[in-house]
């Protein structure tokens, strides 16, 4: 048989093909690998970092925050670290954030990752409005629930008697002895992790979690009646049709059937 | 001593200006020197100029970011610079992994790989814009930037600044790849930063010129070019290397032992 010259044309749309085929594939192994990347939700953050899904798509991984940071809080992912590559992050329980007044960290954030406006009251820089995290205590293996004195997260806690507070409660057990135990406030803690560094136990039995996965939501549909404020909640509320089958007849006629057997 | 010099006169300077910016990164870190403080993605020189990645900006761009001003001034900086000198001279002055390949390249040469291979390069260097388009696209779908969750080149750079972890590992891959697989492979084939650059680099003023007056055929150059289809005018045309995908990188002025090619700048080429 012949062999047939191949046009010009069959060339170019072979190879635009073979272009579009490889790019195909290697979007999909590259977007596989990045959903893998950024799957974890426990990272903390600086403080007046973005929301995380902003805040990976903001942060170009320079660093700088990391360099400002004077206690060697903040860290860069790394390869083998499981965490979104070249993001800043902390891990309380090693260096927690000491809550400078000045944030060094944040103002020299070039893309605005680390938000400066979120951090700042009447025109000045308040560490105190940080959100990096929420503290949570696990009653557990907290050794102040147990009856055993103890007070370090209290006593660590930057925001004294305001993020942590001790609740005083008679021990039945002992009849004569209180058990004092932290509770923490969610609209005063910022997550800065001292409380976390100060446990003394030998897992902390008070730990970070960041907001979102820190905290529930009660929805707009359940309202504290014994309180004014909350009932304008129920603007926002949403209300919840559902349909059954006994909502077809009358509810008279949906009593009356159906019920001989009972008697 | 001379001929030392004369030979590897821009070699030297680039290792000296590769190595020495990483010394001065990596004292911005540790010791806290205030010369250039971050990283390739962004820094800051003495703590007053910003300087950024033109190429993340743009995937956070795709990726629905609001961009900062001092993220923009930086990217403007860096832009201008690399305009004016030659997009690519990032890639052969700058960036790190340039050593990994060199590296490579070399062993490629000791070991007469070529020999094993043949001549033929297998894959397309124009992946590099495929990889460049799918990295913008993905960073639009995504939400992030795709190339810098990836970047071997970020991940070492960060590494040596930062601490390395794994990323030694990208490293060894990229040095196996480009030794066993394709020559040139990463630098000259797939790396979307250094395609984004060759777009840059279309503009740029300083040229590799070729007098072909001066050129005996010896083709020392193409052998050392890391992208030797821009020296397609060797020993036929007096031009100069017009291509972006030059990474100015001056080993093929040093090899020539004619005196054929040299550093011009452009606008006095056209005259």
Redesign the interface.
Known sequence: MEKKNISDRRKFIFNMAQ?VG??VL??FV??A???E??ASQLLLRPPGALKE??F???C?????C??ACPYDTL??A????HR???TPYFIPRDIPCYMCPDIPCVP?C???ALNEKSVTTDGHLNIKVADMGLAVVDAESCIAFWGIQCDACYRACPIFGEAITIEYQKNERTGKHAYMTPIVHSNACTGCGLCEHACVTEKPAIHILPREVAMGKAGDYYIKGWDKKDEKRLKNAKAIKSTTEINKKSAIDSLNSGLKDLY | MVKLWENYRYLILRRLTQVGLLVLYFG??VW?WTVL???L????IFNTI?V??PY??LQ?LA??????T??LI?VAVTTIFYLLIGGRAFCSWVCPINMVTDAANYTRRVLDIKRVQGNKQPA?R??RY??L??SL???A??????F???SPI??VH??I???????W??IVVIFLFDLLILKNGWCGHVCPLGGFYSLLGKFSLIRVHHNEANCTLCMKCKVVCPEQQVLGMVGKESLPVLSGECTNCARCIEVCDDDALGFSIKSLVKK
Not at chain 1, 60 to 64: D, E, N, P, Q, V
Not at chain 2, 63 to 68: F, H, K, M, Y
Not at chain 2, 161 to 166: A, D, K, M, N, R
């Open positions: 272009g490889i790019t290697g979007g590259w977007s690998f990045i959903d990347a950024k899904k902003d990976l798509r903001t170009i991984k320079c660093g700088l990391v360099e860290m860069l790394r390869p083998g670290d979104p590559l070249g020299v070039p893309t605005g | 911005g870190n806290g403080r971050g990283n993605s962004s820094s800051k910003p950024s990645d993340a900006a956070m990726a629905g970011a609001t961009l900062a001092d993220l930086g397309s124009n992946i495929w990889a388009g799918l696209v993905i960073s779908v995504m939400g992030l930037t795709a810098e969750f990836i970020s991940m960060r590494g600044v930062f601490g390395l972890g794994f990323g590992a990208a």
